[in-house]
């Protein structure tokens, strides 16, 4: 560490440590009767238990239990529904994966009573704007947080999507929450930032986002990128939910090449492939030439299979 745009070497959440070497893919459990993708999917414990053994089983890194559906136009249930929802899965969830496990809530309640059922990690959709007691329980706990930019809030965020400089105002608002979190003891090796891809954003604003993802490696701190069959996917064809696979991977692969550290997925397997290998492109060295032999200056041998 030291400079700026150094990254911590890995991620330690709650002493489950993921090395950031390579992608990290983190599957989305989804709890909610109403989420945009796999609403109403998931109603029982037992559903999400075998939810969580098969993206294991697929190769994630981590996963992502929300109870709240943060889909544009949505109201939040209560904290009692969210806590009746989310309590009985993470249990079951923890009982079974050994995989770092986040919880997607804003509230300090939800998130008090998921570390003590075991989870490692806090995603605050809020980014910590409304309150800093997710960064002062995260703090206590060595939990992982995620820091995410959102305008407005689900229900209202997508009203106004116009930015006088888009990438500069996400990024002025998570350099001053990572600022908070610091501040509240919250370790680097902890924080992931996030800049909240469809929280208030056109389209046009989403890709603009992905593509200048490197913009935020001087916060210092891994990227984690939310693109998973959402709607601006779908803009060039006008592709349902159901149909946004292949423009998820391609968000993905797009994701790892302009820097992302993890990726937020529903679809695990098909995720991991795709960004291992745009990791091999991203890493990709000229090879060196044998010993001896002159090479011309900059061209690297063909490879032969
Ligand atoms: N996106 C969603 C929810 N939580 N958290 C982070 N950090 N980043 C994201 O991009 C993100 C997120 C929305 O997706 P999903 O959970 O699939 O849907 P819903 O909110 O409708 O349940």
Not at 212 to 222: A, E, I, K, V, Y
Request: with cysteine.
């Amino acid at each position: 560490m030291g400079f700026d745009n150094d990254f911590p070497d890995s991620l330690d959440l709650r002493g489950r440590v993921l090395p950031l070497d390579r992608p990290l893919v983190m599957g989305i459990i989804n709890l909610t009767p109403d989420s945009f993708y796999d609403g109403g999917r998931l109603p029982t414990p037992e559903a999400a238990r075998d939810r969580a053994l098969r993206l294991a089983e697929e190769g994630a890194h981590l996963l992502d239990l929300g109870a709240v559906s943060t889909r544009p136009g949505s109201t939040p249930p209560t904290q009692d529904d969210e806590l009746r929802r989310l309590l009985p899965s993470l249990a079951a969830v923890r009982k079974v994966v050994n995989l770092p496990l986040s919880i997607d809530t804003f509230r300090a309640e939800v998130a008090r009573a998921a570390a003590d059922l075991g989870a490692d990690c806090l995603n605050d959709v809020t980014g910590l704007r409304d309150s800093g007691e997710l960064a002062e329980i995260a703090a206590g706990a060595d939990l992982g947080l995620v820091l995410m930019h959102m305008r407005g809030t689900p229900e209202t965020m997508q009203r106004d999507t116009r930015y006088r400089d888009l990438v500069g105002e996400v990024k002025a608002f998570l350099g001053g929450a990572v600022g908070r979190a610091r501040a509240a003891g919250v370790a680097r090796e902890r924080i992931l930032i996030d800049p909240g891809l469809g929280f208030g954003k056109s389209a046009e604003g989403n890709l603009l986002l992905l593509r200048r993802l490197g913009d935020f490696s001087s916060l210092g701190q891994p990227v984690l990128v939310g693109a998973s069959r959402k709607s601006f996917l779908g803009v060039s064809r006008g592709l349902e939910v159901g149909e946004r696979l292949e423009g998820s991977l391609a968000a993905a692969v797009a994701a790892v090449l302009a820097g992302a550290h993890v990726l937020r997925v529903h679809d695990v397997r098909a995720t991991l492939r795709a960004v291992e290998l745009a990791a091999l492109i991203r890493n990709a060295a000229p090879e060196a030439s044998p010993a001896g032999e002159a090479s011309p200056a900059g061209e690297t041998s063909p490879v032969r299979s």
